[in-house]
């Protein structure tokens, strides 16, 4: 089975540019979570989807960022334009909810590391 | 609202168990304990998770303190693909989980 796959793993780009990253969740998973991680910083929550539809997106840093789901397979974070304290590994992860209602755990992509110069 | 408490780092040698500790005191009736690892150059990766009760699967044990404001991850043998940072984190796996600095464990062959 398939896990979560980001595009691309690296990118480098310069200031100003338009940064586009990818992510193909689990099949049957219904949640889906940006996550971006520095040093300074660790791990961060940017954003999460519910069945294609934004929750909470209280982590996102500005306008600059944003973050859509198409449909249940896809998901982009654009940052537009970027900078270069952008610079950080970005992770997606997704999780199913059972019919129960139990929390499932987040299985994470290997994430796209993204240097803006 | 307050994240866990862990360790910065630890170490232990290899094959022999290795306890984690961590702190939840602000835990609510709701929160599951989660925990998660980071090896080097990878995304986080589930570990194991629970409410009330010990846990056990096949990677680790959860022990979780009756007044519920502590656990520990026990990793059984240690192995060198065992070094990780680990993270202990409080709340509810498909909506917001908070991630600390974790534990950094090094494994001594």
């Known amino acids: 089975d398939a896990g979560v796959i980001q595009s691309p793993r690296h990118e480098v780009t310069e200031m100003g540019q338009e940064v586009t990253l990818r992510c193909k969740p689990i099949s049957g998973h219904d949640y889906l979570f940006w996550y971006r991680q520095t040093m300074m910083r660790g791990l961060e929550l940017l954003i999460y989807f519910n069945n294609n539809v934004p929750i909470d997106d209280s982590g996102m840093p500005e306008d600059r960022f944003s973050a859509k789901m198409p449909n249940a397979s896809f998901s982009t974070l654009k940052i537009q334009p970027s900078e270069p304290r952008d610079s950080a590994v970005y992770f997606c992860?997704?999780?199913?909810?059972?019919?129960?209602?139990?929390?499932?755990?987040?299985?994470f992509g290997d994430g796209t590391r993204l240097s803006i110069l | 609202d307050a994240k866990t408490t862990q360790p910065n780092s630890m170490e232990s040698n290899e094959e022999e168990p290795v306890h984690l500790p961590c702190n939840h005191s602000t835990i609510s009736g709701t929160d599951y304990i989660h925990w998660y690892r980071q090896l080097p150059s990878q995304g986080p990766e589930y570990v194991i998770h629970g409410l009330t009760s010990n846990v056990n699967n096949r990677m680790a044990s959860l022990a979780i303190a009756e007044d519920r404001k502590s656990s520990t991850l026990i990793l059984h043998r240690a192995t060198l693909r065992d070094a990780a940072v680990y993270y202990c984190?409080?709340?509810?796996?498909?909506?917001?989980?908070?991630f600390g600095t974790g534990t950094r464990l090094t494994i001594i062959p």
């Open positions: 992860a997704s999780s199913a909810m059972l019919g129960t209602g139990k929390n499932q755990p987040q299985h």
């Open positions: 984190i409080k709340g509810f796996g498909n909506e917001k989980l908070t």
